[in-house]
């Protein structure tokens, strides 16, 4: 097809590149079935599609997990705004665990699963925006349907959480990055620095990583 305005040759190259390394087309840029449709017209953006994707497969088996994870980071940010950043503060490492922020957003959203018809303050008390929480649980169920369709297996795994990091290892591996010795962090894959400056990196400060990075930073990270 005609571009309306046609991209520069390196971004189309890049693109390729990474569908080629994620399993979507081959080393013909033909697409794979059934990889590649799926990623395509899936409900989610690319990443996250092969997340819950690989999740149905038996080496991880999780995909109600994946489902819930997506939904949480298809929104915007659960907390209430409040002055009190103390609390807020004390909110948030309540649920906060050193497997990172997706382990994290499955601890919340698993919490107000069980407490959601029994307990209606307990959002509030937590500083949690019930409404948000209340639409991660709409879209988990849409994403879930669509696995349905599929006839994809929706399992979760319950408390072993190493299932979900090294799912979160394949589905990401191309945003793995290496902690250098200033405590920065760079991307593992290769760079070309001159086209892609910003390959080193900070956590961001909303990150429950970004607090532990005085006493047990991790050296690899996705």
Same mark, same amino acid.
């Given at each position: 097809?005609?571009?309306?305005?046609?991209?520069?040759?390196?971004?189309?190259?890049?693109?390729?590149?990474?569908?080629?390394?994620?399993?979507?087309?081959?080393?013909?840029?033909?697409?794979?079935?059934?990889?590649?449709?799926?990623?395509?017209?899936?409900?989610?953006?690319?990443?996250?599609?092969?997340?819950?994707l690989?999740?149905t497969?038996?080496?991880?088996? *999780? !995909? $109600?997990?994946?489902?819930?994870? @997506?939904?949480? =980071?298809?929104?915007?940010?659960?907390? /209430?705004?409040?002055?009190?950043?103390?609390?807020?503060?004390?909110?948030?490492?309540?649920?906060?665990?050193?497997?990172?922020?997706?382990?994290?957003?499955?601890?919340?959203?698993?919490?107000?699963?069980?407490?959601?018809?029994?307990?209606?303050?307990?959002?509030?008390?937590?500083?949690l925006?019930?409404?948000?929480?209340e639409?991660?649980?709409r879209?988990?169920?849409?994403?879930?349907?669509?696995?349905?369709?599929?006839?994809?297996?929706?399992?979760?795994?319950?408390?072993?959480?190493?299932?979900?990091?090294?799912?979160? *290892? !394949? $589905?990401?591996?191309?945003?793995? @990055?290496?902690? =250098?010795?200033?405590?920065?962090?760079? /991307?593992?894959?290769?760079?070309?620095?001159?086209?892609?400056?910003?390959?080193?990196?900070?956590?961001?400060?909303?990150?429950?990583?970004?607090?532990?990075?005085?006493?047990?930073?991790?050296?690899?990270?996705?």
């Amino acid at each position: 097809f005609e571009f309306v305005m046609r991209p520069p040759r390196s971004a189309i190259e890049l693109a390729l590149e990474e569908l080629h390394a994620i399993g979507a087309i081959d080393a013909e840029a033909l697409v794979i079935e059934p990889l590649g449709p799926r990623l395509a017209h899936g409900p989610l953006p690319l990443l996250l599609m092969r997340l819950l994707l690989l999740a149905t497969e038996p080496a991880y088996n *999780c !995909a $109600a997990d994946a489902a819930a994870i @997506a939904a949480m =980071l298809t929104l915007r940010e659960p907390w /209430l705004p409040t002055q009190n950043a103390d609390r807020l503060a004390s909110c948030k490492q309540s649920f906060a665990v050193y497997e990172g922020d997706l382990v994290t957003l499955l601890n919340v959203f698993r919490q107000y699963e069980t407490y959601k018809d029994n307990d209606d303050d307990w959002a509030k008390r937590h500083l949690l925006n019930t409404a948000i929480l209340e639409r991660a649980w709409r879209v988990k169920r849409q994403i879930e349907g669509y696995l349905k369709l599929l006839q994809l297996p929706i399992e979760s795994c319950g408390h072993e959480v190493e299932r979900l990091q090294r799912l979160a *290892c !394949a $589905a990401m591996f191309q945003h793995s @990055a290496r902690r =250098l010795p200033n405590g920065m962090y760079r /991307l593992c894959r290769p760079i070309d620095e001159a086209r892609s400056p910003h390959d080193r990196f900070h956590f961001h400060p909303g990150s429950i990583l970004a607090g532990m990075q005085t006493d047990a930073a991790a050296d690899f990270v996705v």
